[in-house]
């Protein structure tokens, strides 16, 4: 028996020892199998090696995945894509011609394509300098249909744009302006903004540069630019000064750009918080109708959020020969500064001509334009000018405390009464933060009341 149940014990240890090899065999060839299944789903997923994707319970496996949080490498991310480059048109005529601007889904200008228009189903334009502008002159009044072709990683409208385009200048202003419109950072300011010097040069070295008191036939003030740059303007008011023209911008001398004046903003709303009326210039550059209405609508566009007092001024001189309107003839001069004042007026304000003598009796024809306020350049103690003026830059080479070095100083006949002290309450919050005048020192930049044009002039001859 003890025989016996030896080979029994044997048996059984055998028969253990082929179950254990078995079930490691069934194991491996398990492993192996859903090794093959993974490297599989890391071919077809993209992913790289020692990388795990995984489908299913792990909550972290989109750290593993580079595309996760990057939307450029999304598989549909062209879609996504297309859906923000849906494009517009934006088009104005001001005189047998067209302006055409292509824009995003934001309003702004799309750079850096070279878009192509079609006029009628017919004549194709191209933006060849790519700046997002079509500018089309010399075209027959009429109407017009436009489309833009097809461009690829856009989405451009399905039917065509219609406009008319105009046989004559309307003086009005134009309402997209704003997209022409350039801050210094985006122009080459040493060659577009150069400084003029006529009224200097017609000087007779007799000009009165200390402050003239003002009194009931006139109100003593300045005129500034970047060129003053920072300014205290309550100093400024102490001193004595009762109002201000103050530069909104200027065109390019070389390219025509229009170019804000960089301290514009700071100077005008410094003005008004320090209780001084103000208006504004715009140094011109037009060589035509058609850009004296842009420089009209410009400055409309900027001042849109102040009260102006004072009329708005183009600003008419030379560049001895370097600026790109100096070669205009009389009567093309005087029709652009026509074209600014009337395109001012036409908005509800009042407008003026700035220039020195020389200029009013020879570069322009002022039977045209006495109709507008006068504004004269003449650095003598008394001027020789004999036509009508209504306001006087006596000299270039005032101080003022407020403003370091040499600052324009003028006279206004303007009968403009009683807003200087009560400026600081004209600055209101819009209407939907609050219906209450606030005190000066709680002012915010959400500024300032809907412009309103001055209360008439009159005509001052001296």
């Known amino acids: 028996m003890g025989s016996n149940i030896k080979r029994i014990v044997i048996l059984m240890i055998v028969l253990m020892f082929v179950a254990v090899a078995g079930i490691v065999l069934y194991a491996n060839i398990r492993s192996e199998e859903k090794a093959v299944q993974t490297a599989q789903m890391d071919t077809e997923t993209g992913a790289g090696e020692g990388e795990t994707l995984q489908i299913g319970d792990n909550t972290r ?78 075209l027959r009044a009429g109407d017009y249909e436009v489309a833009l072709k097809e461009v690829e990683g856009y989405r451009v409208p399905e039917t065509s744009a219609k406009i008319t385009v105009k046989q004559s200048v309307e003086y009005v202003v134009i309402d997209d302006i704003d997209l022409l419109i350039l801050s210094e950072d985006e122009v080459n300011a040493e060659l577009e903004d150069l ?165 009013l009796n020879q570069m322009l024809n002022m039977d045209k334009l006495n109709k507008y306020i006068v504004w004269l350049a003449e650095y003598r103690d008394v001027p020789i000018y004999q036509g009508y003026y209504h306001m006087w830059q006596y000299t270039s080479g005032g101080s003022v405390d407020g403003i370091e070095g040499r600052v324009d100083f003028n006279l206004s006949y303007l009968r403009i009464e009683g807003n200087a002290d009560n400026m600081a309450g004209d600055i209101v919050q819009k209407e939907e933060d609050s219906e209450e005048e606030i005190d000066e020192a709680d002012l915010t930049d959400e500024e300032i009341e809907e412009p309103k044009p001055i209360q008439g002039a009159v005509n001052a001859e001296r």
Do not use: H
């Not at 005189?95 to 309003?107: E, M, T």
């Open 195 to 359: 400084e003029a010097n006529d009224a200097l040069d017609d000087a007779d070295k007799s000009e009165i540069t200390k402050i003239q008191e003002g009194n009931a036939n006139a109100k003593f003030g300045i005129d500034v630019s970047k060129w003053n740059k920072e300014i205290d303007w309550d100093k400024v008011k102490n001193a004595g000064v009762e109002f201000a023209i103050i530069r909104v911008g200027y065109r390019g001398a070389t390219t025509g750009a229009l170019v804000v004046d960089p301290y514009f903003e700071a100077n005008i709303k410094g003005a008004i918080r320090a209780g001084i009326p103000v208006g504004v210039y715009f140094f011109t550059q037009a060589v035509n109708t058609v850009e004296a209405v842009e420089e009209a609508s410009m400055v409309m566009a900027l001042c849109r959020d102040y009260k102006l007092d004072y009329p708005v001024f183009i600003d008419v001189e030379g560049l001895g020969g370097s600026g790109r309107a100096d070669g205009l003839d009389v009567e093309t001069r005087t029709a652009v500064s026509e074209a600014f004042c009337a395109t001012i007026e036409s908005a509800g304000y009042r407008a003026g001509v700035y220039s020195s003598r020389n200029w």
């Open 61 to 138: 496996a989109f750290l593993g995945d580079e595309t996760f949080f990057d939307p450029d490498k999304q598989p549909y991310s062209s879609i996504e894509k297309m859906e923000g480059k849906n494009l517009s048109l934006l088009m104005t005529s001001v005189q047998k011609d067209l302006r055409i601007q292509i824009v995003d889904n934001a309003g702004k200008l799309v750079e850096g394509e070279a878009f192509c228009v079609v006029l009628n189903g017919d004549k194709e334009y191209v933006d060849e300098d790519k700046d997002g502008i079509i500018y089309i002159e010399y």
